[in-house]
């Protein structure tokens, strides 16, 4: 599906069987050279990459990761605001590196 310049992949699967043959790497190849020629799509979401197996296929495609949201089971509001401060935290530090910024200067 897409919408404002943005293709999300939602869902995937393969066959086991299918193993080895290439197929899902040429059905991404496929889908990545349509959005290509619409000409309007900047962003292909492959919507995470949740198993190892996975991540591993889709970094064959040479991605920039993006980091999204992740959900965590919390005992309490405290516990659950000190997570998100913390995950806010290295957010924005990893920003900050990736501008060339060092840690604790300016």
């Known amino acids: 599906m897409w919408r ?13 069987k299918a193993s080895g043959t290439g197929a899902p790497s040429l059905l991404q190849a496929e889908i990545l050279a349509y959005l290509q020629r619409l000409g309007s799509i900047r962003i292909y979401d492959w919507h995470g990459a949740n198993a190892p197996e996975v991540a591993r296929f889709k970094k064959n495609f040479n991605p920039r990761l993006v980091s999204g949201f992740a959900v965590r089971k919390c005992r309490g509001l405290a516990l659950g605001a000190a997570h998100a401060v913390r995950d806010a935290w290295r957010r924005w530090s990893a920003g900050r590196e990736a501008k060339g ?3 604790g200067g300016t």
């Open 101 to 103: 910024h060092q840690h």
């Open 4 to 16: 404002a310049g943005r293709a999300t992949y939602l869902y995937g699967a393969s066959d086991e």
